[in-house]
Nanobody, 115 residues
Framework: QELLVESGGGLVQSGGSLRLSCAAS????????LAWYRQAPGKQRDLVAR????????NYADSVKGRFTISRDNAKKMMYLQMNSLKPEDTAVYYC????????WGQGTQVTVSP
């Protein structure tokens, strides 16, 4: 089964930036649409951004549009999320998975944005 491991989270002030990474194993990575999801305390897990298998098509949740950029490098089996102009409401655990989310959920990476 495909294993996806997130990294790159941290504590940042409002207005700051972070770049998240997702490393994949297995052979499904290059064939599937991928996405970043996030879950804030007490809330459901939501899809934040998605990217097509070749990377040509991307979609974003309205709350992050214009601030976040999703990308992927299929040769390296990596996916990224560049997050700029971060807001306290972006605080959450961020996960990567396919669309639909058929891989086991990893531990995610914590992003905390202070006011």
């Amino acid at each position: 089964q495909e294993l996806l491991v997130e990294s790159g989270g941290g504590l940042v002030q409002s207005g700051g930036s972070l770049r998240l990474s997702c490393a994949a194993s297995g052979n499904l990575f290059v064939l599937r649409t991928l996405a970043w999801y996030r879950q804030a305390p007490g809330k459901q897990r939501d899809l934040v951004a998605r990217i097509s298998p070749a990377g040509g098509n991307t979609n974003y949740a309205d709350s992050v549009k214009g601030r976040f950029t999703i990308s992927r490098d299929n040769a390296k089996k990596m996916m990224y999320l560049q997050m700029n102009s971060l807001k306290p409401e972006d605080t959450a655990v961020y996960y990567c998975n396919f669309v639909p989310a058929t891989a086991s959920w990893g531990q995610g990476t914590q992003v905390t944005v202070s006011p």
